[in-house]
């Protein structure tokens, strides 16, 4: 069973960055990172795929967000910058051992994260 730990997050001002970093104890085929606001279904933010580092962003973060990955520390993160309140949820991070399916879709996915708040004040 793969297990991942996430770190960072936190309250910031809005146009302001933060860094979230998930660390794995195993390997995925793709790892990704999901939002939950109150009263919201879990939406995909960005996936980053493990072999190719090809990564894909949902459009509500695109140019904003980064996804990376330090392959000796088998660590993902997600990079946010000029954030706004609509931003703010738990953030957790995902792992698939497969191939194939919809990133964006929270079932496909076997592996996750405690989860870690974010905050963005206006």
């Known amino acids: 069973q793969v297990q991942l730990v996430q770190s960072g997050g936190g309250s910031v001002q809005a146009g302001g960055s933060l860094r979230l970093s998930c660390a794995a104890s195993?390997?995925?085929?793709?790892m990704a990172w999901f939002r939950q606001a109150p009263g919201k279904e879990r939406e995909g933010v960005a996936v980053?795929?493990?072999?190719?580092?090809?990564?894909r962003y949902a459009d509500s973060v695109k140019g904003r967000f980064t996804i990376s990955r330090d392959a000796a520390k088998n660590t993902v993160f997600l990079q946010m910058n000029s954030l706004t309140s609509e931003d703010t949820a738990m953030y957790y991070c995902?792992?698939?051992?497969?191939?194939?399916?919809?990133?964006?879709?929270?079932?496909?996915?076997?592996?996750w994260g405690q989860g870690t708040q974010v905050t963005v004040s206006s």
């Open positions: 980053i795929y493990i072999r190719s580092s090809e990564t």
């Open positions: 195993g390997p995925s085929y793709k």
């Open positions: 995902a792992g698939d051992r497969g191939s194939g399916g919809n990133w964006r879709s929270a079932t496909q996915y076997d592996y």
